[in-house]
């Protein structure tokens, strides 16, 4: 190795320590932090988490520490929250206090603090109020949203009856369900599930959630001052989130063309009409067209791919589904949200869906707006905080055996469906997700009509199928499974397989 490049590596680590020190220094000093396994110079306490499932490792922490406890990844500490009733304490009793966003390298980079996910202080303010304003003006929980969401469930079941013979990968289709629905949203456009520009978005969002979990993506989360100019697939994923912002803004300019102010089609119509207020701007509306454009997509159609899979790993689950929805719904009515409230066990199966895969097990980072007195720790201003979602959802004492599926979590003594507070996929207290609404509603709907016109079967032991995610950090990701539909008379049938290999076993839908 040349001189000169030994000299280099060697300033940029005594560089990196010394911001360290500095940093570790700063936090102790201005605040009281939790106590927490000691960080080392660099790589803060990365040696004691897997990287392969973090939050599995915060969990084994928090028997050590605590329900509040400091870890550092990398450089930077967070204060991880475990358990509900200390979750609860942060984000509701002092909710004004944690209200911040915090530090998402690889997003912040690109999205520079616009839009609602990423944003703080007065700018997230206003996006969050005319996001969820504009939200419920366009049907979220409404019977025109309705409508969409069932006309786009019988389009999802036309899909499946196109492929009679053919094997195919559900995970395109049930993710362009959801995509359809937020598009009409923004845009009011709906896309052919064929569509060129429709295949590009999609393949934009399914990479992009791909990688938010891997090796990479995460080391430039720790590292990012010295990763940020090397190469590397932190610049592929730039680069497709900066083309789905572009793709916003070319819609942006064709409503501009079109645009009448008193007659609002659509999300981005609504946004033109107040661009002459404070943050009511084209780097907001891309950025908030971008944000829920990408959630509005993924996390449902994760959680659908997910659903099918453990219907599949329990039969009798399924069985009881069908029963419910055979004797209240029929096969000839679609089904509605009015018939929510008839379907107990579909709904507490539902439920059952979300706490189990625990999507977002460490949630959204958050971070204290001010020097924030918590229990008796002193959280220093801006401090990002993680409050542990996965610990609710997977509570002992408040879903006995939570590491196994079981609808009944849900259901009380009588079999009616019974509501908890610790039901928190869609987090808690005012930076909870705004759409939490319409994907309530699009799960209802997109599940109850698939089990309204399939039935799941494996071709292997219910056992022998694993439903364990195949990654698991930031949002847990699925097992791949394969899918052939194959027309019988007035019966479809279809095979999945858990894997891209269909020798290997699989599922059949009757």
């Not at 973090?54 to 475990?82: C, D, M, N, Q």
């Not at 995460?218 to 680069?239: A, C, D, E, M």
């Not at 319409?438 to 292997?460: C, D, G, K, R």
């Amino acid at each position: 190795m040349e001189l000169l490049e030994i000299i280099t590596l060697a300033l940029v680590i005594c560089g990196t320590c010394l911001i360290f020190l500095l940093l570790w220094k700063k936090s102790h000093t201005a605040g009281r932090l939790p106590p927490g396994p000691t960080p080392l110079p660099i790589i803060g306490n990365m040696l004691q988490l897997n990287p392969k499932d973090i939050p599995a490792s915060l969990s084994k922490l928090a028997k050590e520490y605590g329900p509040v406890y400091t870890v550092y990844f990398g450089p930077r500490p967070a204060v991880i929250l475990h358990g509900y009733e200390v979750v609860k304490e942060a984000l509701i009793n002092q909710g004004d206090k944690f209200l911040g966003r915090g530090c998402f390298p690889i997003i912040d980079d690109i999205q520079k603090g616009y839009g609602l996910l990423f944003s703080n202080g007065e700018r997230w303010e206003q996006m969050r109020r005319f996001s969820l304003m504009t939200l419920r003006n366009f049907g979220m929980g409404k019977r025109s949203m309705e409508e969409k969401v069932q006309e786009e469930a019988r389009c999802l079941m036309e899909e499946f009856r196109k492929t009679e013979s053919q094997p195919f990968d559900p995970k395109f289709i049930l993710a362009c369900a959801p995509c359809n629905v937020i598009c009409s949203i923004l845009f009011n456009e709906r896309f052919q599930y064929k569509n060129e520009t429709f295949l590009f978005l999609m393949d934009l969002l399914n990479e992009n959630f791909k990688e938010v979990n891997s090796h990479w993506i995460q080391t430039y989360n720790l590292w990012p001052t010295l990763i940020r100019y090397l190469p590397g697939k932190h610049r592929v994923f730039s680069k497709r989130l900066n083309d789905l912002k572009y793709f916003i803004l070319e819609k942006v300019k064709e409503h501009q063309e079109s645009w009448d102010p008193n007659n609002p089609r659509d999300f981005i119509d609504c946004f033109l009409s107040k661009m002459e207020q404070s943050e009511f701007n084209l780097e907001n509306l891309a950025t908030c067209g971008t944000g829920l454009f990408s959630a509005g997509t993924e996390t449902t159609s994760i959680t659908l791919r997910f659903g099918l899979l453990l219907l599949l790993k329990h039969p009798e689950v399924e069985a009881k589904v069908h029963e419910e929805i055979d004797r209240v719904i029929g096969r000839n009515l679609s089904p509605s949200m009015k018939d929510r409230g008839k379907l107990p066990y579909t709904e507490a199966t539902l439920h059952e869906i979300q706490r189990y895969i625990t999507l977002l097990p460490s949630n959204m980072p958050h971070a204290v707006t001010q020097d924030t007195k918590f229990r008796q720790y002193v959280i220093p201003k801006g401090t990002t905080v993680l409050p542990s979602l996965s610990s609710i959802l997977l509570d002992c004492k408040e879903f006995p055996n939570p590491e196994r599926f079981d609808p009944g979590h849900f259901l009380d003594k009588n079999g009616c469906f019974k509501k908890t507070d610790y039901f928190v996929p869609f987090s808690l207290g005012k930076r909870a997700c705004v759409g939490e609404s319409l994907a309530l509603m699009e799960l209802f709907l997109f599940f109850t009509t698939i089990l309204q016109n399939f039935s799941l079967e494996p071709l292997v032991d219910p056992k022998e199928l694993d439903t364990k995610p195949i990654a698991t950090g930031f949002i847990n990701i699925p097992p791949p499974y394969e899918l052939h539909s194959m027309k019988n008379g007035n019966e479809l049938e279809a095979v999945f397989s858990t894997s891209t290999d269909q020798d290997e076993g699989g599922i059949t839908v009757l």
